[in-house]
């Protein structure tokens, strides 16, 4: 175990997060990482911006983005202290969709 993810576990764990979200961020952080090879905390805004655009590439779900976002958003802001690193981490709008409405001889 790196000592950069005994950090983040530790953090996750002392904010009470759920083991759910707590493998999901260990894991997008992983997928950062093995995408540069190299550790998270030797990138910067540009690998972030680049990151990002490569995963709406891959159409991706914009939650799944927004998920990623999230998870390196903790990592530079809550881990790494880097608080100036929140407005490099954009998180993208979910579409909202509007309910299908059945009509009176459908229901």
Known sequence: ??????????ELQRRNYSSAT???YIRSIKAFAEYFHRSPEQLG?????????????????????KAQASALRFL?????????????????????????VLTQEEV
């Open 76 to 100: 530079y802001v809550q881990t790494l202290k880097r608080p100036y690193m929140l407005e490099h981490i954009p998180v993208p709008k979910i579409p909202r969709t509007l309910p299908t």
């Open 22 to 24: 707590i493998h999901a």
């Open 1 to 10: 175990m790196t000592h950069l993810r005994k950090l983040v576990l530790e």
């Open 45 to 65: 805004p540009d690998e972030i911006r680049e990151y990002q655009t490569h995963l709406l590439e891959r159409h991706l779900q914009p939650r799944t983005v």
